[in-house]
């Protein structure tokens, strides 16, 4: 499956994307932004790696303090839209 195109929040810049789009200068299919794959799994790399050590990390306590927090942000959004 392909992946659109990432649409500029800028008024003029999306203008120009769509008239870019329309006279053939850019394909629809790709994005003009491409990323260093060597850098994208880098990155990834790192993160895997510090979520672990973030976790071995912390006390079962603060485990906790984080994961009540966590799910009374997510129920008070729950409420705030039923």
Do not use: C, Y
Request: net charge positive.
């Amino acid at each position: 499956m392909t992946k659109h195109p990432k649409r500029p929040r800028d008024p003029a810049q999306l203008a120009k994307f769509i008239v870019d789009l329309a006279t053939g200068n850019v394909e629809s299919g790709t994005t003009s932004d491409k990323k260093n794959q060597a850098a994208v799994a880098l990155g990834r790399l790192g993160g895997k790696r510090g979520g672990a050590a973030r976790a071995a990390k912390l006390t079962p306590e603060r485990r906790t303090e984080i994961a009540r927090k966590a799910a009374s942000k997510r129920w008070a959004a729950k409420v705030d839209k039923g």
